[in-house]
């Protein structure tokens, strides 16, 4: 109960200064449309220069994809802590460092809270509109379930979640998916084995063994 229940409301409080920006973005929208674009192989099918006028939330490795200089989408978001909590010479940390120029400076970054210190001690995203989230503990019915992002939201199952969470905070009325099909479970995992993450670009990632992460 602590852990799900008590600890998320003391991170509520202890962030509230940062997280009550987010009131800026509730139900801005009053309805309207949201696509929100994962990374998935279909995507690499798609015409997204079809989307640059619509408002768009993408996800973490989502500037690699060549197509997206046709469009730049409303939100991108980084939900997951890893960017961030890893040595300073890892592959994702790396990564994350080189995410303001890769990233239009129109769209606004939506960034875990607990990565806060880390991207102001960096200087990152100076021209970038920057809102923060709090993903803590699990979804479940014996919880209180909350989508308010002025307050700690729980622990999304992958980061597509994260974004319709997103597009409901905002408003919008009518949220589509496009390439958010994944093969990931279906593969054996494990140390020694390969990861064989799928997705619409080219991810340096899936060329690396799992010893990598599990040692």
Same mark, same amino acid.
């Given at each position: 109960v602590f852990k799900h229940v008590v600890y998320p409301r003391l991170l509520s409080f202890k962030y509230r200064g940062v997280l009550s920006k987010n009131l800026a973005l509730k139900n801005k929208q009053n309805g309207g449309r949201c696509f929100i674009v994962a990374s998935g192989p279909s995507v690499s099918q798609l015409d997204l220069g079809c989307l640059k006028n619509e408002s768009s939330i993408v996800f973490n490795e989502f500037d690699k994809l060549s197509k997206t200089k046709e469009f730049v989408p409303t939100f991108h978001i980084f939900a997951d802590t890893c960017y961030f909590t890893e040595a300073p010479d890892h592959y994702l940390t790396q990564q994350f460092l080189n995410k303001p120029n890769a990233i239009d400076p129109k #769209?606004? +970054?939506?960034? %875990?809270?607990?990565?806060? #210190?880390? +991207?102001?001690? %960096?200087?990152?995203?100076?021209?970038?509109?920057?809102?923060?989230?709090?993903?803590?503990?699990i979804i479940s019915q014996y919880f209180g379930f909350n989508i308010d992002l002025d307050k700690v939201v729980p622990w999304p199952k992958n980061s597509v979640i994260m974004g319709i969470m997103l597009a409901v905070y905002s408003g919008f009325k009518e949220i589509y998916l496009l390439g958010c099909e994944h093969g990931f479970l279906a593969q054996p995992i494990g140390i020694g084995k390969s990861l064989t993450y799928q997705h619409s670009y080219n991810d340096a990632l899936a060329n690396f063994s799992q010893t990598h992460f599990f040692l």
């Amino acid at each position: 109960v602590f852990k799900h229940v008590v600890y998320p409301r003391l991170l509520s409080f202890k962030y509230r200064g940062v997280l009550s920006k987010n009131l800026a973005l509730k139900n801005k929208q009053n309805g309207g449309r949201c696509f929100i674009v994962a990374s998935g192989p279909s995507v690499s099918q798609l015409d997204l220069g079809c989307l640059k006028n619509e408002s768009s939330i993408v996800f973490n490795e989502f500037d690699k994809l060549s197509k997206t200089k046709e469009f730049v989408p409303t939100f991108h978001i980084f939900a997951d802590t890893c960017y961030f909590t890893e040595a300073p010479d890892h592959y994702l940390t790396q990564q994350f460092l080189n995410k303001p120029n890769a990233i239009d400076p129109k #769209t606004n +970054v939506i960034i %875990n809270a607990f990565g806060k #210190t880390f +991207v102001e001690s %960096n200087n990152l995203f100076r021209n970038h509109k920057i809102n923060y989230v709090l993903p803590y503990g699990i979804i479940s019915q014996y919880f209180g379930f909350n989508i308010d992002l002025d307050k700690v939201v729980p622990w999304p199952k992958n980061s597509v979640i994260m974004g319709i969470m997103l597009a409901v905070y905002s408003g919008f009325k009518e949220i589509y998916l496009l390439g958010c099909e994944h093969g990931f479970l279906a593969q054996p995992i494990g140390i020694g084995k390969s990861l064989t993450y799928q997705h619409s670009y080219n991810d340096a990632l899936a060329n690396f063994s799992q010893t990598h992460f599990f040692l």
